[in-house]
């Protein structure tokens, strides 16, 4: 099994619909993030957490949200998905020492609003 | 705030060629720096970081960097090219150990002729 896993891995939503992407981990990391990828535009954070009770936003956060269910378990939800939404997201983690080790990604999550 | 340049978005190289790809970042602190490599459909993995040890870094596949804290880079080569490196490079930094978050480049897409 894969350390960090993201789920779907593909979804296609409408405009206005709410969705969620899920990441998991298995390895004991407390920090979670996640980014989107936009081609020419590289990774760009959105939210990130250091543990169950802190969540910060990051770049670019407007129009969506988190919810970090347990030390493992870190969502990102869109409210009400746009076409400019449509990008590749992935969640990472790390320990707390993530200027010395980096991250882990997850297989990321290609998400299409229409 | 610390920030990323990638320099050349795509670069092209024949099989066996030298690989350089650039980076310059920009930090008020000691950097931990780092590049990533993404293959297509998939996430990102660790090619090598540094941390403040030794300024020439060697990472997998054959890669090394050398952080030159005097032109602010960490350019990123392989000696000889092969077909299996065609993919995307980010460069990422990290404002020191506890860093909030890698702040990433926007990365650069190598592409190896036969």
């Known amino acids: 099994d894969a350390d960090v896993t993201q789920t779907p891995r593909n979804r296609i939503t409408k405009t206005g619909k709410r969705i969620m992407l899920e990441c998991s981990q298995t390895?004991?990391?407390?920090?979670m993030y996640w980014y989107r990828q936009d081609p020419g535009l590289g990774l760009r954070l959105i939210y990130y957490?250091?543990?169950?009770?802190?969540?910060n936003k990051g770049e670019i956060s407007d129009g969506y949200s988190v919810s970090r269910q347990a030390q493992a378990k870190f969502s990102l939800s869109l409210e009400s998905a746009i076409p400019n939404q449509t990008a590749l997201y992935f969640c990472?983690?790390?320990?707390?020492?993530?200027?010395?080790?980096?991250?882990?990604f997850g297989s990321g999550t290609r998400l299409t609003v229409v | 705030a610390q920030s990323v340049t990638q320099l050349g978005s795509h670069v092209s190289v024949s099989e066996g060629a030298l690989v350089l790809l650039r980076c310059n970042y920009s930090?008020?602190?000691?950097?931990?720096l780092f590049w990533y490599v993404q293959y297509p459909n998939q996430g990102l993995q660790l090619l090598l970081k540094?941390?403040?040890?030794?300024?020439l870094v060697k990472g997998i596949n054959g890669f090394e960097a050398e952080f030159k804290k005097s032109e602010t880079s960490f350019h990123l080569t392989k000696p000889s090219a092969h077909m299996s490196d065609a993919a995307e490079y980010f460069c990422?930094?990290?404002?020191?150990?506890?860093?909030?978050?890698?702040?990433f480049g926007k990365g650069t897409t190598l592409s190896v002729s036969s």
């Open positions: 990472a983690t790390s320990d707390s020492g993530a200027g010395v080790y980096g991250y882990t």
């Open positions: 390895k004991g990391h407390d920090r």
């Open positions: 957490s250091f543990d169950v009770k802190d969540i």
């Open positions: 930090s008020s602190v000691p950097p931990y």
């Open positions: 540094y941390t403040s040890a030794a300024t």
């Open positions: 990422a930094v990290s404002e020191g150990q506890a860093g909030t978050a890698l702040i």
